[in-house]
């Protein structure tokens, strides 16, 4: 009781240590419990083999430091110009949210094989991972933040005759700045994840290399250890830029939800995703060919429809790729529906608590920020290579984000109304019916949405470096193989079922907000 | 304000909104003479903003057209002369007083006038706040930042959109007394939307009371009292003459509206 009237009082920095205590406690109980089972290292273990390796883990860290700044840069640059342009251009922004969700779509692990053919040896596929691994969860906050300022704000501007420029650098830079840093702290830790997938692909040097060597080497410490110090360089990279934001004085901003673009039914209807589907592949050409890409490993659309369709082993191709999907299907489905079910439920729950919400949040925010497909090595360890493995890994790669989401959700459920139900007695129940939950859709929707894509990662990563099953095992094989036409008709196919996912989960978001949040469907 | 720029001559021909099905402005014929207050007086929700909006540019009319000193607003809006002030003061939250006053100057491409930004805050009441953030004032004090700010740019149209909404009673007689003779002096073109009947007869040369919505005249008066005027004018007897006048109008107004409404 008196722990918990101390945490009711102390700061969230503190609440976060404490539970981060309990967890490292908890972890080195467990890791005693399960000692000689060869799979769990505790924080003792870890902190041993992080000191008597030290020189090595420097250069390692320094190494995916490096390429995870890079990629962050460039990334975030993108993102920044693809959103200035949606707004500068309104006309535009339908074309640029889907492109920039079908690239995003691109399963990293197929990606980075391709990309390491492309530059050869050296940093290049780290840095382009990255990059692709933070633009979007920029460029959709951003785009939200450039437009959260009310129509007269505007209306003065254009009361004086200035145009979209002046609108841009008086009103939205200022409006976007808490969205922009709120993107910013999520695209840190996903940059630091990126540049390890990107190692993962064959680098020479780095946290990614360590990890597989590590691996493939049964050495429990060492996977621990790195899990541990990506986790906690993640976490710091997160509490970094939120107080840089806090010393520029920018308040943390609303959630964000407002789906980018695609306000529904609108005159393109249902011909806006086959024009959009001509224009990738357009684009896919015209980039390869542009480049002169050797067509050996650098296939293009045709290419690819050859192989599925026309080819002598068209049906034999088909059926290995449908097969692999399926095995994926298994594993993701259930993990995401999991991971939102279980992210939702306990957000809930814990309202209920409210002292168990003080410490939940600012664990649940620091843990967000844990690159989970980088630890994916461990799941094998802990759950061995079965579905069970995968799914679990998948469902925590969606609860956490889901969780905070939904927290911060529950949390907007405006004062004055919770005010009538108090003024007629109604329990926390009622309350929570009637008043929470539509309050928490919202947000709920918003991550459900991010969550389709990053379950595509951490089921590909996982199925590549474990399990040996499914979509992204059957990319790695290609790739080793050299096997180009399944390579480049997998990421097609995974990329289009991604964003086919996630264009469904937007659809049952605007048709569940219409009548729950009406204010947050653009039209 | 360019020096030769006298104030324009506002006309209105054929002039109607509709929103959808929804006609907001029926159509009009108006002229607002150069240099002259005019009220805009009527229930609220009867389309007045929008034919304020509508002059400012800010809405495209449905039909008929707008011309301010015979050419199209836009042409105003360009060249810095036109100012508005909104029902929602729509500060800058990241601006303080003098910030989002000054902002006025550049969005006009003005010189930075410090010694008339200071003139302007210190009228206002706000002197001592000039570099408050909007989010520690009061409802008023807003407002009050706000018409500083619309008023900075000297501009040769200016448009109050219910400028006084939150201010508190003592303050709307002090800026009712304080601010005419500033855009007296500058000669400017003004149109005030408002509910306030006293507060039309007060500041304007001319009332306009209009119709529930789509918004029709139902009355033109004329307020010919000498100014300058003083809070003590709104006990004499040709003032409460013209709100009796005023009051009267709007009432018939509604009067006449009435079966048409309740028919909708």
Known sequence: MIVAAAMRRSDPVLRAALGLLLIVALWELSARALSGAYILAGPVEVARYLAQNSGLMVRALRETLWSAAQGFFWGN???VTLAVTAIVMPRSERVVSALALLVFCLPLVATGPILRVLYGPGDGPQITLAALAVYYTTYVPLLVGLRAAPATWFELVQSYGRGRAAELWHVRAMTA??????????????????AMVGEFTGAERGM?????????????????????LAAAISVAAYAAIGALARAVSVAPPPVILSPPGAPVGRRLGALAPLGLTILALVLWWGLLEGFGLNAFFAKRPGD??????LAPDAAQTRATLLAALRETAIAVVPGYLAGLALGAALATLIV??????????PLAVALRSVPIVTSAPLGVLLLGRGEAGTITLVALMVFFPTFVACLHGLRQAPGQILDVFDSYAAGPVARLVHVRLPAMLPAFFAAARMAVPASVLAVTVVEWLATGQGIGSLMALSASLSDYDMLWASVAVVALLSAAGYGLVSRAEALVLSRYAAEQVRR | MAPDASPPEIVCRGLSKCFGATEVVAPCELTFAAGQTTALVGPSGCGKSTLLRLVAGLEAPSAGSVTIGGAPPGDTLRRGQLSMAFQDPSLLPWRTVRGNVTLALKLARQRKDEARIARLIDLVGLDGFAGTRPGALSGGMRQRAAIARAMVTEPAVLLLDEPFGAVDELTRQQLAEDLPPLWEARETTTLLVTHSVSEAVMLSDRVLVFSPRPAAVVADIPVALERPRRASLSSSKPFLDLTGEVSEALARGMAAAAPRLAAQ
């Open chain 1, 77 to 79: 640059l993108a993102a």
């Open chain 1, 177 to 194: 700045l808490p969205y922009l840093f709120a993107g910013l702290q999520i695209a840190a830790p996903a940059a630091f994840l990126g």
């Open chain 1, 208 to 228: 990614g290399v360590l990890t597989i060597r590590a691996m493939r080497a049964l050495d429990v410490p060492g996977a621990w250890a790195l899990a541990s």
């Open chain 1, 304 to 309: 690819v429809f050859e192989a599925l369709m």
């Open chain 1, 352 to 361: 209920l608590v409210p002292v168990a919400s003080t410490v939940a949040m």
